[in-house]
């Protein structure tokens, strides 16, 4: 596909390549979010040399990965060997793939973390919010389990496919009515004044990863211990797990005061609640009956 056009979130992506004869490649975690439609961000991807620019000024590092650099006006993102240079909505821009990148096959052009970036980045523009959370669809509602790494979130979603095989092996109708969004990255945005949880490509552990959404019910908040308990919290407590839950751009204060207003307003219109929880079936009764 010499235009490769992805739909995460009700956000739709166009990367196209100058070379018409060039044929983008996918994993198979981005498949189920290949979509057609008016792109909301469109990017030109180029192989060869990349541009020397100068830097004016390093924005953010993330130590190992990635950089964030202005440069006349416009956002420079450096990943090894590839570079981005973007408008400033981020929504428009080339990037530059040299050949001793491993993606210089035409593999995903925007392979991790570039598209992680960009998306935090558009989100943090009045879109919504990127955690770090297992999402399910159960019965039409939106069921956030967040935590950071090691919390548990691949480990739930584990016991709902556990749960979803189980029902299915036995022809049980509740099991179409349960779908996993993902096991590790999911999105949030407010559509028609409504809260709606999004699956992302971006899998965990558990390798779960779909495009469907879900309108939000509940927000649970990770923490595996020798018992299953629930606890709702305060707002104030609430937003202060949401942001250390979520990706928020620390180099962009505009956008920094966005996700914090929107991690509020969150916390004030979605019941959230801390689950300690045992690594077994017994917890999704738990969560089923609150």
Same mark, same amino acid.
Not at 46 to 57: A, D
Not at 153 to 177: C, G, Y
């Given at each position: 596909? &010499?235009? *490769? ?14 070379? =018409?004869? %060039? !044929?983008?490649?996918? &994993?198979? &975690? ?22 020397? *620019?100068?830097?004016? $000024? $390093? ?10 650099? @202005? ?11 590839? /570079? ?9 821009? &080339?990037?530059?793939? $040299?050949?001793?990148? +491993? ?12 598209? !992680? ?11 919504? %919010?990127? /955690? ?8 039409? @509602?939106?069921?956030?389990?967040? #935590?950071?790494?090691?919390? #548990? ?32 990255? %999911?999105?949030?945005?407010? %559509? ?60 962009? =204060?505009?956008? /920094? !005061? ?7 307003? *969150? ?11 045992? +690594? ?11």
């Amino acid at each position: 596909m &010499n235009e *490769l056009k992805l739909k995460i979130a009700r956000i739709v992506l166009s990367v196209t390549s100058p070379d =018409k004869s %060039i !044929e983008f490649k996918v &994993n198979d &975690n981005y498949l189920p979010f290949i979509a057609d439609g008016q792109p909301d961000a469109a990017l030109q991807v180029h192989y060869g040399s990349l541009p020397k *620019l100068k830097l004016e $000024e $390093e924005i953010f590092n993330s130590g190992t990965i990635w950089s964030l650099h @202005r440069s006349k006006g416009k956002y420079v993102i450096k990943i090894h060997s590839r /570079m981005a240079v973007l408008n400033s909505d981020f929504r428009s821009g &080339n990037i530059y793939i $040299e050949p001793s990148s +491993p993606l210089f096959d035409h593999s995903y052009p925007l392979d991790y973390p570039l598209d !992680e970036v960009l998306m935090i980045n558009w989100l943090s523009r009045g879109l919504g %919010i990127m /955690m770090h959370a297992c999402g399910v669809s159960h019965n039409g @509602r939106g069921i956030i389990f967040a #935590g950071t790494s090691g919390a #548990g979130k691949s480990t739930v979603a584990d016991i709902w496919k556990t749960r979803i095989s189980r029902l299915k092996s036995h022809s049980m109708e509740p099991s179409k009515n349960t779908i996993l969004l993902s096991d590790d990255r %999911i999105i949030i945005r407010k %559509i028609d004044g409504r809260f709606f949880v999004f699956g992302t490509p971006w899998h965990g552990d558990s390798k779960v990863c779909s495009p469907e959404d879900a309108p939000l019910d509940k927000i649970f908040f990770l923490q595996q211990a020798r018992e299953n308990k629930v606890k709702k919290i305060d707002v104030i407590k609430a937003v202060s797990r949401l942001i250390v839950c979520s990706f928020p751009p620390f180099w962009d =204060k505009k956008g /920094m !005061e966005f996700t914090l207003n929107y991690c509020t307003e *969150l916390a004030q219109r979605i019941p959230c609640y801390e689950l300690e929880f045992v +690594p077994d079936k017994r917890v999704l009764d738990l969560v089923r009956s609150i």
